[in-house]
C-alpha cells in the first residue's frame, strides 16, 4: 500500500486566497504532470468540502490518453454528495468511493457509488488507518490524495504519506490564504513528518518537487 499526497501551492504554501481563489495557481505544464501522476495511480482521494467546492471530475484528461481512469475517492462522512454532481452521475462509468461512518445512503448507491463505511474518530471523521484498509481491500492499493488543507494534515498526522508531490508556483498569497496543509498540532522539530527530496523539475515557470518519507 502506498500514498502520495499532491501539493498545488505558492511559495508560501497557500492554495487558495481568503476568498477561495484557486484556479489557477500553477500553470498549464503542472498541472498535466498532475494528470500523469493521476494515470499512475488506481486511486484519487478528496475531502467532501473539496467536492461541494470544486465538483470536480478527477479524471484523467491527456491529449490522446485512452488508458482506465483512476477510481475516485470521496472522505464523506455524513455522504453530503450530491446525487447532481460530476462524481456521482459518472460512478456507472468510473468507479467512485465515499467513505462514510454511517449506513449507506441509498441514492448513493442506487447511483453505482460504493460507500464504504468505516469507525469515526474525533468530531465524526473516518478513522485514516481503517480508510487505507478498507481502500486496500477494494483492490486500490495505490493512493493520490488530492484533498485540502485538512485532508493533507490528516494523512501526516497519522504517518501515513508515502511521498509528495509538490508543485510550487512563483507566487506570494500572505498569511491570510488557505494553506495548502493544515494543523498538524507539532510541539518539537522532532516530531515533524521527515521527507527526503529525490527531485526538482522546472515546469514552466512553476517548480515540481518530489519527495519521499524517511
Aim: proline share 6%; aromatic share 4%; hydrophobic share 45%.
Amino acid at each position: 500500500m502506498s500514498v502520495t499526497l499532491k501539493l498545488a501551492t505558492s511559495l508560501d504554501g497557500r492554495i487558495a486566497t481568503a476568498s477561495g481563489e484557486s484556479r489557477w495557481i500553477t500553470g498549464e505544464p503542472a498541472r498535466r504532470a498532475v494528470h500523469q501522476l493521476r494515470a499512475e495511480h488506481e486511486a484519487v482521494l478528496i475531502g467532501i468540502e473539496t467536492a461541494l467546492a470544486d465538483d470536480p471530475e478527477l479524471t484523467v484528461r491527456l491529449p490522446g490518453w485512452n488508458g482506465r481512469q483512476p477510481a475516485r475517492v470521496v472522505l464523506d462522512s455524513r455522504q453530503r454528495l450530491t446525487p447532481g454532481c460530476r462524481l456521482v452521475t459518472t460512478a456507472r462509468d468510473i468507479p467512485t468511493y465515499v467513505v462514510a461512518t454511517s449506513a449507506p445512503d441509498p441514492a448513493l448507491t442506487a447511483a453505482s457509488v460504493r460507500v464504504v463505511q468505516v469507525r469515526a474518530v474525533g468530531e465524526d471523521r473516518p478513522e485514516l488507518k481503517t480508510v487505507v484498509a478498507a481502500l486496500a481491500a477494494e483492490g486500490l492499493s495505490r493512493i493520490f490524495v488530492e484533498g485540502g488543507g485538512q485532508v493533507a494534515a490528516s494523512f501526516l498526522r497519522c504517518g501515513l504519506v508515502d511521498a509528495l508531490e509538490w508543485f510550487r508556483a512563483p507566487i506570494v498569497i500572505g498569511g491570510e490564504g488557505r494553506p495548502g496543509v493544515g494543523a498538524l498540532a507539532v510541539a518539537a522539530l522532532v516530531d515533524a513528518p521527515h521527507f527526503r527530496r529525490v527531485e526538482v523539475r522546472e515546469l514552466g515557470d512553476d517548480l515540481w518537487e518530489r519527495y519521499e518519507r524517511i
